[in-house]
């Protein structure tokens, strides 16, 4: 089984995960680590939003680099009017001659009020198939200038677009969408309109497999395709090492991440899958106290094994081949600094997950 894989930069680290903030960058970074990114052949390249702008960096990568593809993992939707996520995406698009791709999320209604300061203003599901709806008329509206496609939908109403607005026709306009899942309703809506889904990391290997590909499927027989249509791109947890003694390392670090994540309650549909019902509000319960160092005691190594790829350099290729069959076409890899230094060894393990 071939994979694609994919890489990250400006991804979090352990530290942001327990609330001690983040590290600055600088243009020269994020130039290197494109660079880096492709040397060693990633077929990828993403940015989150993870406290910084995901589309900025973006520019940056797309002048120093030439071949890779370049992605939002992911921008969140709705404190972005339609308007202004397809007038950026466009320009990317055209910059990086063609190599964009755009990852869209949702986030939960908290952060959307009182972090984003932007209203909420209905269930995340159909308001984001609107926005995507509403993404792909304007697409074809600057690509199309004389003859506008317009979209009016209950959330969304794009109707005007004159030509002093209209930033024009460029080569390659064909911009593909994915947007992150972990519910049923968003990975239909992948099926039916998108390139492809990103599942979070959050939903496990079993999850992704019996939960969100037979929706997936669903949406896609809508619009009259076919699953192998749409990339389904997996982000599983890596608890690296280059002996045992790192794997134990990197798998206490590990759990720092999954409990944050898994404390969100937009999440606990994956819990509820695996029997761990009560893991989901205890986390939560946790996370409103701002107890974070504490999450990560509630994680097994059980729950771990679910979630992660546990393994020491040499064995992980072959373990994420195996995991991934039937679940994912494609892998993010959000690699431990002490691998990621090493570009040979990175470059043998793409070179592997590659292999048919």
């Given at each position: 089984?071939?994979?694609?894989?994919e890489?990250?930069?400006?991804?979090p680290?352990?530290?942001?995960?327990a609330?001690?903030?983040q590290?600055a960058?600088s243009?020269?970074?994020i130039a290197e680590?494109?660079?880096r990114?492709?040397r060693?052949?990633?077929?990828?390249?993403?940015?989150?939003?993870?406290?910084h702008?995901?589309?900025l960096?973006?520019?940056l990568?797309?002048?120093?680099?030439n071949?890779?593809?370049?992605?939002?993992?992911v921008?969140i939707a709705?404190?972005?009017?339609?308007?202004a996520?397809?007038?950026?995406?466009?320009d990317?698009?055209?910059?990086?001659?063609?190599r964009f791709?755009?990852?869209?999320?949702?986030q939960v209604?908290?952060?959307?009020k009182?972090?984003?300061a932007?209203?909420?203003?209905?269930?995340p599901?159909p308001r984001?198939?609107?926005?995507?709806?509403c993404?792909q008329?304007m697409f074809?509206?600057?690509?199309?200038?004389?003859?506008?496609?317009?979209?009016?939908?209950?959330?969304y109403?794009?109707?005007?677009?004159?030509?002093?607005f209209?930033?024009?026709?460029?080569?390659?306009?064909e911009?593909?969408?994915y947007?992150?899942?972990?519910n049923?309703?968003?990975?239909?809506?992948?099926?039916?309109?998108c390139?492809?889904?990103?599942?979070?990391?959050?939903?496990?290997?079993?999850?992704?497999?019996?939960?969100l590909?037979p929706a997936?499927?669903?949406?896609?027989r809508?619009?009259g395709?076919m699953?192998?249509?749409?990339?389904?791109?997996?982000?599983?947890?890596l608890?690296?090492?280059?002996d045992?003694e790192?794997?134990e390392?990197?798998k206490?670090?590990?759990?720092q991440q999954?409990s944050?994540?898994a404390?969100t309650r937009?999440?606990h549909?994956?819990?509820?899958?695996?029997g761990?019902?009560?893991?989901?509000?205890?986390?939560?319960?946790?996370?409103?106290?701002g107890k974070w160092?504490?999450?990560?005691?509630q994680?097994?190594?059980?729950?771990?094994?679910?979630?992660?790829?546990?393994?020491?350099y040499?064995?992980?290729?072959?373990k994420?081949?195996?995991r991934?069959?039937?679940?994912?076409t494609?892998?993010?890899?959000d690699?431990?600094?002490?691998l990621?230094?090493d570009?040979?060894?990175v470059?043998?393990?793409?070179?592997?997950?590659?292999?048919s």
């Amino acid at each position: 089984m071939s994979l694609k894989v994919e890489s990250v930069i400006l991804g979090p680290e352990t530290d942001q995960y327990a609330g001690r903030g983040q590290e600055a960058q600088s243009p020269s970074s994020i130039a290197e680590a494109s660079r880096r990114a492709e040397r060693m052949g990633f077929d990828v390249l993403n940015t989150p939003e993870g406290g910084h702008d995901p589309f900025l960096p973006l520019g940056l990568a797309a002048e120093h680099t030439n071949s890779i593809r370049l992605g939002t993992n992911v921008a969140i939707a709705f404190p972005r009017s339609p308007m202004a996520t397809a007038q950026v995406a466009w320009d990317l698009q055209h910059l990086s001659g063609g190599r964009f791709q755009l990852g869209l999320g949702t986030q939960v209604k908290g952060h959307i009020k009182r972090r984003y300061a932007t209203p909420w203003t209905g269930a995340p599901g159909p308001r984001l198939k609107e926005y995507v709806q509403c993404l792909q008329a304007m697409f074809k509206t600057f690509q199309n200038p004389d003859n506008p496609t317009y979209f009016e939908g209950e959330h969304y109403q794009y109707t005007l677009m004159s030509p002093f607005f209209n930033p024009g026709p460029i080569e390659h306009p064909e911009i593909p969408i994915y947007l992150a899942a972990v519910n049923t309703y968003n990975a239909r809506v992948c099926g039916e309109l998108c390139a492809g889904l990103r599942a979070h990391p959050v939903a496990s290997f079993a999850y992704s497999r019996d939960v969100l590909m037979p929706a997936i499927e669903e949406g896609a027989r809508k619009s009259g395709r076919m699953i192998e249509d749409i990339d389904i791109v997996g982000s599983p947890f890596l608890a690296l090492g280059a002996d045992e003694e790192g794997v134990e390392q990197a798998k206490e670090a590990l759990k720092q991440q999954v409990s944050f994540y898994a404390s969100t309650r937009s999440y606990h549909s994956v819990l509820k899958y695996h029997g761990w019902d009560d893991l989901g509000p205890r986390l939560h319960e946790l996370s409103l106290q701002g107890k974070w160092t504490e999450l990560p005691k509630q994680i097994t190594d059980e729950m771990l094994e679910e979630w992660a790829i546990v393994a020491s350099y040499d064995e992980f290729p072959a373990k994420l081949r195996e995991r991934a069959k039937g679940a994912y076409t494609s892998v993010l890899l959000d690699l431990p600094g002490a691998l990621k230094a090493d570009e040979d060894r990175v470059a043998d393990i793409v070179r592997q997950l590659h292999e048919s």
